[in-house]
């Protein structure tokens, strides 16, 4: 499965990225379920090495397992 990075802004204005293995539209839909919104897709930035863990260990990016539940602010 390919990675995909996604820039997203929760409801505070305060933005970060997630990591997935997710495709494209489900990704989309998970971000915006838990109260973000999806600004961007940032995959050409990164090498085909580069794996969700180390991009959530080395990076602090988010992933699907980690992401906090921000619906409640909306």
């Given at each position: 499965?390919?990675?995909?990075?996604?820039?997203?802004?929760?409801?505070?204005?305060?933005?970060?990225?997630?990591?997935?293995?997710?495709?494209?539209?489900?990704?989309?839909?998970?971000?915006?379920?838990?109260?973000?919104?999806?600004?961007?897709?940032?995959?050409?930035?990164?090498?085909?090495?580069?794996t969700v863990s180390r991009l959530s260990q080395e990076c602090g990016?988010?992933?699907?397992?980690?992401?906090?539940?921000m619906s409640n602010y909306l």
């Amino acid at each position: 499965m390919a990675l995909n990075v996604l820039l997203i802004a929760d409801p505070h204005g305060a933005c970060g990225h997630i990591a997935s293995t997710k495709d494209r539209d489900s990704l989309v839909d998970f971000v915006e379920d838990r109260g973000y919104e999806a600004v961007e897709f940032q995959n050409d930035d990164y090498e085909p090495e580069d794996t969700v863990s180390r991009l959530s260990q080395e990076c602090g990016y988010f992933t699907i397992k980690d992401l906090p539940d921000m619906s409640n602010y909306l």
